[in-house]
Nanobody
């Protein structure tokens, strides 16, 4: 049974930074971060393979950084220069693919999500 637990969400002001964490149980996976705003689709934001290869959505490239600590089986999403449009529930996901995938259907396991709210 694979379990993903996200943490680090909260309420911040525009321009602030925030770091999300996702701890996974079980073996090492490619880890991804997705976000879902009210009334919208769950969109890909970033992913990192076990070897450290990364992929980013264009909307967050340069502002968000994904990293991982394989010894702790934990992935991180460092978010900088946050904007109100970054407000969403952020979900961690795990994939058996060896390379980071942008596709939601490549991820087999999902966390429950953590809310990030960016005020003006």
């Amino acid at each position: 049974q694979v379990r993903l637990v996200e943490s680090g969400g909260g309420l911040v002001q525009a321009g602030d930074s925030l770091t999300l964490s996702c701890e996974a149980s079980g073996r090492t996976f490619t880890m991804g971060w997705f976000r879902q705003a009210p009334g919208k689709e769950r969109d890909f934001e970033a992913a990192i393979s076990p070897s450290g290869s990364t992929a980013y959505a264009d909307s967050v490239k340069g502002r968000f950084t994904i990293s991982r600590d394989n010894a702790k089986n934990t992935a991180y999403l460092q978010m900088r220069s946050l904007k109100p449009e970054d407000t969403a529930v952020y979900f961690c996901a795990a994939s058996a693919d060896p390379l980071p995938s942008l596709l939601r259907n490549r991820y087999d396991y999902w966390g429950h999500g953590t809310q990030v709210t960016v005020s003006t």
